[in-house]
């Protein structure tokens, strides 16, 4: 499923226009990031926990050349599903 077929899932699952589902969705993304940005996390009971977490800088290897390279460290976005979602799917 991509973006546009979510907005119009949600769109008719709650009975809105697409316009208003996609302002919707967009700014739950925005929102996400905004609290990601700041370390934070967002969690929702019985989907999931979106949160951020340190990588630490690592050395690597280029495999086409096998020289060594230096990967910097990142923040990376995590997603932990909550158990309503788990049990959903099996």
Do not use: W, Y
């Amino acid at each position: 499923m991509n973006k546009q077929q979510l907005i119009e899932a949600i769109a008719s699952e709650v009975d809105v226009t697409k316009a208003t589902a996609a302002a919707c969705l967009d700014a739950f993304i925005e929102t996400v990031t905004k609290v990601l940005k700041k370390h934070g996390e967002v969690r929702l009971v019985g989907f999931g926990t979106f949160a951020s977490a340190k990588r630490k800088a690592t050395t690597g290897r280029n495999p086409q050349t096998g020289a060594t390279i230096q990967i910097p460290a990142s923040v990376q976005p995590k997603f932990k599903p909550g158990k309503a979602l788990k049990d959903a799917l099996n």
